[in-house]
T-cell receptor
Framework: KAGVTQTPRYLIKTRGQQVTLSCSPI?????VSWYQQTPGQGLQFLFE???????NKGNFPGRFSGRQFSNSRSEMNVSTLELGDSALYLC??????????????FGPGTRLLVL | GENVEQHPSTLSVQEGDSAVIKCTYS??????FPWYKQELGKGPQLIID?????GEKKDQRIAVTLNKTAKHFSLHITETQPEDSAVYFC?????????????FGDGTTLTVKP
């Protein structure tokens, strides 16, 4: 069974631009969660989608948004990029509600550099 | 919300020695505690997990223990090998404050010297 895939793997943007990242979960998984990983802040939860609905949201500004499609694929968007948005963005999928005794499987991440 | 503290932040051991990483959590209702290994350039990979109704779980050289009363859990790696070198993360989820998401520790960089 194929793992979680994320595209693109690397991205360079400039301040003020917007970016869209994509995640394809493991086949059959309906929950997709997004995390931001930075050296100083570790892994920070962004949001979780289950059956096309946002079920949980972390403490990030409204510039960070996401959505999930009927095939469980998910996208996250960051508008008006800031230098501090430079990070590794990780997507994780699970069969049901992520975190409720559910194992999450991570993708390789998208490394975003904001100049 | 849930808070997970992980110690130590860095750990260096000789090949063949044991390594222990400890985590504490704040939400007593948390019921699922996975451990992830992250190698350079890759996403975190699950190596072992434990649920709140179990005190200990072992998988070959890796074991995890859970003390619900003290709200802490630990990862034990025996007979370490150079390929065990990576960043290890603990996480807690399923509790009252974090149902539907995982809260991660800050990670431990393990270096195994040949």
């Amino acid at each position: 069974k194929a793992g979680v895939t994320q595209t693109p793997r690397y991205l360079i943007k400039t301040r003020g631009q917007q970016v869209t990242l994509s995640c394809s979960p493991i086949s059959g998984h309906r929950s997709v969660s997004w995390y931001q990983q930075t050296p100083g802040q570790g892994l920070q939860f962004l949001f979780e989608y289950f059956s096309e609905t946002q079920r949980n949201k972390g403490n990030f500004p409204g510039r960070f948004s996401g959505r999930q499609f009927s095939n469980s694929r998910s996208e996250m968007n960051v508008s008006t990029l800031e230098l501090g948005d430079s990070a590794l963005y990780l997507c994780a999928s699970s069969t049901g509600l992520a975190g409720v005794q559910e194992t999450q499987y991570f993708g390789p991440g998208t490394r975003l550099l904001v100049l | 919300g849930e808070n997970v503290e992980q110690h130590p932040s860095t750990l260096s051991v000789q090949e063949g020695d044991s390594a222990v990483i400890k985590c504490t959590y704040s939400d007593s209702a948390s019921n699922y505690f996975p451990w992830y290994k992250q190698e350079l350039g890759k996403g975190p990979q699950l190596i072992i997990d434990i649920r709140s109704n179990v005190g200990e779980k072992k998988d070959q050289r890796i074991a995890v223990t859970l003390n619900k009363t003290a709200k802490h859990f630990s990862l034990h790696i025996t007979e370490t090998q150079p390929e065990d070198s990576a960043v290890y993360f603990c996480a807690a989820s399923g509790g009252n404050t974090n149902a539907g998401k995982s809260t991660f520790g800050d990670g431990t960089t393990l270096t195994v010297k040949p």
